[in-house]
């Protein structure tokens, strides 16, 4: 298994839906996670951080299963604006760092 | 505050030119990391530095890619003899702390175009 692993869609949703992205990890011993978003030709900027109780952040959150060993991005009421690639992040083991996944791209339509 | 700086930001050569990148980190961060991005693709890592030294080295693709860092701030990207499949955005990165699970904070990057 990769050391983080996404569907890179695209994800075609209308305004207003619910949508969520998976990424699996395979580094069990993993403490930190996070989601960047990355516009078209921009750099990749920090979302949310993934905490092991879950996290909210308005209309994003992130949650952990360690069982399943994967993480995920919950985005309520889609905007037009929520269209971009979302990366899940996370070490890549014991103490390298960070490895991101290659993204899941998002579209939200009018 | 002042954000991570990359020039130039577009770069247009020619195979088998040498080129440089440089990363300016946001004062103080300890930790500077670069990638490169392809046209529709996932971020590759390249290599990371902690202070001055590059603990991982591992992402570099060919002996032909090498990097620096001098005075625990600015670091520079040299590719030798470039080829066509250098082509790509190069991103560099900096985080604040000594441990590796820092938020990155992102440079807009270099296009880097060989014909």
């Known amino acids: 298994r990769k050391e983080v692993e996404q569907d890179p869609g695209p994800f075609n949703v209308p305004e207003g839906a619910t949508v969520a992205f998976n990424c699996t990890y395979s580094?069990?011993?993993?403490?930190?996670f996070f989601w960047y978003r990355q516009d078209c030709r921009k750099e990749p900027k920090l979302l949310m951080s993934?905490?092991?109780s879950g996290n909210e952040d308005g209309r994003f959150t992130a949650q952990l299963n360690r069982a399943s060993q994967y993480i995920s991005l919950l985005i309520r009421d889609s905007k037009l604006s929520d269209s971009a690639t979302y990366l899940c992040?996370?070490?890549?083991?014991?103490?390298?760092?960070?490895?991101f996944g290659k993204g899941t791209r998002l579209s939200v339509i009018a | 505050g002042a954000g991570v700086s990359q020039s130039p930001s577009n770069k247009v050569t020619e195979k088998g030119k040498d080129v440089e990148l440089r990363c300016d980190p946001i004062?103080?961060?300890?930790?500077l990391y670069w990638y490169r991005q392809s046209l529709g693709q996932g971020l590759e890592f390249l290599i990371y530095?902690?202070?001055?030294?590059?603990?991982?080295k591992s992402g570099l693709p060919s002996d032909r890619f090498s990097a620096e860092r001098t005075g625990g701030s600015v670091s520079t990207l040299t590719i030798q003899r470039t080829q066509q499949e250098d082509s790509a955005v190069y991103l560099c990165?900096?985080?604040?702390?000594?441990?590796?699970?820092?938020?990155?904070?992102f440079g807009p990057g270099t296009r880097l175009t060989v014909l």
């Open positions: 990165a900096s985080s604040p702390g000594a441990g590796l699970v820092d938020e990155q904070f």
């Open positions: 580094n069990s011993a993993s403490q930190s």
């Open positions: 993934v905490y092991s």
């Open positions: 992040v996370g070490p890549r083991s014991g103490n390298t760092p960070l490895v």
């Open positions: 004062s103080g961060h300890t930790a």
């Open positions: 530095f902690q202070g001055n030294s590059a603990p991982d």
